[in-house]
């Protein structure tokens, strides 16, 4: 069975950091994804890695969020800096592979003004 598990969320005061971990069973995804949801609001792509390491950001956290990939350990890290309680939003990993894109349950992450 395929998995991806979040981990690394919690509660951190406006400009503070997390990394948040997406654990992949398996073999490698050629893609991952982050996604976030805010309570009434539609899913937002935040960042993308490809198998060889080609990131993508949304604007909205270019310059604060760093994507990065650890293939030997199946991993994909979101680093996350100068947060802002705008970022808060339950944070999902999705990946690639095989034609078919999967799902992890996601991960809280709440930002205090």
């Known amino acids: 069975q395929v998995q991806l598990v979040e981990s690394g969320g919690g509660l951190v005061q406006a400009g503070g950091s997390l990394r948040l971990s997406c654990a992949a069973s398996?073999?490698?995804?050629?893609?991952i994804n982050w996604y976030r949801q805010a309570p009434g609001k539609q899913r937002e792509l935040v960042a993308t890695i490809s198998s060889g390491g080609v990131t993508n950001y949304a604007d909205s956290v270019k310059g604060r969020f760093t994507i990065s990939r650890d293939n030997a350990k199946n991993t994909v890290y979101l680093q996350m800096n100068s947060l802002k309680p705008e970022d808060t939003a339950n944070y999902y990993c999705?990946?690639?592979?095989?034609?078919?894109?999967?799902w992890g349950r996601g991960t809280q992450v709440t930002v205090s003004s």
């Open positions: 999705n990946g690639y592979r095989g034609s078919a894109w999967y």
């Open positions: 398996g073999s490698i995804f050629s893609i």
